[in-house]
């Protein structure tokens, strides 16, 4: 069924009637697709619900258009981004292009699916900007993070879960809550990962984060365990290049303070959360679709 939202993504773009987008939109890597699974567990494969699942993620490749300009991005998906290959100024206009048909096609699924995703773009948008902020200088600001990780993350998949159950005439506070997280814990996961895994399995470069300015939740939980000499020293590895013997003391530091499996746990409630919440609504695949989230390597 995925293939149905392929096709339909391919038609979108085709229907702008531009060779040149649709050779840079075969140039993007189409990722995991998270967002359409959701949507086609949650609510079939009816025609509303392919569409809907087409310009989600046709959002979602926009944001990352937008956030490889942002972040000055080589890689996208283990490939070369398009800001990379084809300059910025190409990147934000495809990245304006795609996210304005999905807009359109929204407006002919139905006013509320088209409520829900379009505040869920203002969330995106908000959650960047306040990406941007967070990494300007060191910080433990816990809570402006969760906010900004719901924001810039997490909206996207509630609302692909909450306007699932909107076409489904399913309860859709109860989907709204497993697609927020489920969103909250796959960034947090992110995040451990690029301490954890390394820079093939990631696609992008190992550690990436802290050089980028982000201060994620390990370093903010590893700041708060380290005694002050050693704190001082993880603050002159912010918003470097790392070597390998740098790289070593933060993955030294994070294994000797238990910060993984701190931070883990944190996403893991989450996930175990919702994985009752969907037993409990006899939904197997989007319980499963949970746990497969946490059972991932670290
Ligand atoms: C990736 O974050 C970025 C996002 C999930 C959202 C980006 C949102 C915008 C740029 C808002 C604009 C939206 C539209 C539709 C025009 P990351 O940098 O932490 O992750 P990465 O490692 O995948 O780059
Ligand atoms: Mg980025």
């Known amino acids: 069924m995925i293939n149905a939202v392929e096709r339909k993504i391919n038609q979108y773009v085709s229907e702008l009637d531009d060779a040149y987008v649709s050779s840079l939109y075969r140039k993007l890597p189409s990722g995991k697709r998270l967002r359409t699974k959701l949507i086609l567990k949650i609510a079939g494969s009816d025609l509303k619900v392919v569409k809907t699942a087409a310009t989600v993620e046709m959002i979602h490749a926009a944001s ?3 956030d490889d300009v942002i972040d000055d991005a080589n890689t996208r998906r283990g490939i070369i981004s398009l800001n990379a290959s084809s300059g910025n100024k190409t990147a934000i206009m495809m990245g304006d292009i795609l996210y304005s ?11 509320e699916v088209a409520k829900v995703v379009s505040n869920a773009v203002v969330q995106l948008s908000l959650g960047e900007l306040a ?9 433990t600001n816990r809570d402006a993070y969760l906010k ?20 489904a005439g399913k309860p859709r506070n109860a989907y709204r809550k497993y697609g927020h997280n489920l969103g ?30 982000k201060v994620t939740l390990p370093y903010m939980y590893l700041y708060e365990a380290l005694e002050d000499e050693d704190r001082a020293y993880l603050l002159t590895l912010y918003k470097k290049r790392l070597n390998a013997d740098e790289a070593l003391w933060i993955k030294s530091a994070m294994k000797k303070y238990a910060i993984i499996e ?3 746990f944190e996403a893991k409630d989450l ?24 059972e991932r390597e670290f």
């Open 64 to 66: 990352l258009l937008h």
């Open 271 to 294: 996930i175990v959360e919702v994985i009752k919440l969907m037993e409990s609504l006899g939904e197997d695949d989007l319980s499963n679709i949970a746990k497969e989230m946490i």
């Open 131 to 139: 990406d941007v902020e967070l990494s300007k200088k060191f910080h």
């Open 184 to 213: 909250m814990a796959f960034q947090m996961i992110d995040d451990i990962l690029d301490i954890t895994a390394d820079s093939k399995t990631l696609g992008k470069p190992a550690l990436h984060d802290f050089e980028e300015g």
């Open 262 to 264: 701190k931070s883990y």
């Open 101 to 111: 048909k999905a807009f359109l096609e929204l407006c002919n699924i139905s006013p």
């Open 148 to 167: 900004m990780l719901y924001q810039k993350t997490a909206s996207l998949m509630e609302a692909s879960a909450e306007a699932a159950a909107i076409l």
